[in-house]
């Protein structure tokens, strides 16, 4: 069956920067959509960004644009969410999340718990002052 795995957080001090991994198995990523969620303490998983595979279209949510970047590697068969100037209300669980077989005609299912079928565990991300 497919499985999401996230990387890469861990602990470090407000103005640094991270670059979480998603990897798959089980197949590739391609014709997927790929989005990024976070989930911090007492809140609910919200949305950070997504990645069209097909053509490498990005969405972020307003809040997350300018400091959050995704991109993938085809290659390596792994999507990135770069993080920088982290702040400590940036501590959160990040979740990867992944489509296959979808074509949405609008955002909204890109930005969506709702428009992914698979889910990784998450990966810790805590940002000290």
């Known amino acids: 069956q497919v499985q999401l795995v996230e990387s890469g957080g861990g602990l470090v001090q407000a103005g640094d920067s991270l670059r979480l991994s998603c990897a798959t198995s089980?197949?590739?990523?391609?014709?997927?959509?790929v989005g990024w969620f976070r989930q911090a303490p007492g809140k609910e998983r919200d949305f950070a960004a997504a990645?069209?595979?097909?053509?490498?279209?990005?969405y972020y949510a307003d809040s997350m644009k300018g400091r959050f970047t995704i991109s993938r590697d085809n290659a390596k068969n792994t999507v990135y969410l770069q993080i920088n100037s982290l702040k400590p209300d940036d501590t959160a669980v990040y979740y990867c999340?992944?489509?296959?077989?979808?074509?949405?005609?609008?955002?909204?299912?890109?930005?969506?718990?709702?428009?992914?079928?698979?889910w990784g565990q998450g990966t810790q991300v805590t940002v000290s002052s």
């Open positions: 999340a992944a489509v296959w077989g979808r074509t949405y005609s609008g955002t909204y299912r890109y930005t969506s718990k709702a428009g992914y079928e698979f």
């Open positions: 089980g197949r590739t990523f391609s014709n997927s959509a």
């Open positions: 990645i069209r595979w097909s053509d490498g279209t990005t």
